[in-house]
Nanobody
Framework: VQLVESGGGLVQPVGSLRLSCAASRSIFSFSTMGWYRQAPGKQRELVAHITSGGIPTYADSVKGRFTISRDNAKNTLYLQMNSLKPEDTAVYYC?????????WGQGTQVTVSS
């Protein structure tokens, strides 16, 4: 298993969650890593990515609310999600960016609902 996401759950609007992604070293070490999400009936989309040196980029829909980070010593990627909205409801995945065919993990479900 190369990518394992965790940390999702049910949260009320304006709440927060922190997602984690444990990756194999062969994938993580020198790669730009991204968080993707897929909502029901929609295509998978990239919400944030971070270079191996720690430079982040965000989709407009999450800018100012989400923070991506990584711990290269632990081969772990994080996504701190604040001020969550119902439209953030989706299964969240991590993978390299750009996507090069690495198998997807099982993802972690995030549901934002009152």
């Amino acid at each position: 298993v190369q990518l394992v996401e965790s940390g999702g759950g049910l949260v009320q609007p304006v709440g927060s969650l922190r997602l984690s992604c444990a990756a194999s070293r062969s994938i993580f070490s020198f790669s730009t890593m991204g968080w993707y999400r897929q909502a029901p009936g929609k295509q998978r989309e990239l919400v944030a990515h971070i270079t191996s040196g720690g430079i982040p980029t965000y989709a407009d829909s999450v800018k100012g609310r989400f923070t991506i980070s990584r711990d290269n010593a632990k081969n772990t990627l994080y996504l701190q999600m604040n001020s969550l909205k119902p439209e953030d409801t989706a299964v969240y995945y991590c993978n390299v960016r750009p996507y090069t065919g690495t198998d997807w993990g099982q993802g972690t479900q995030v549901t934002v609902s009152s």
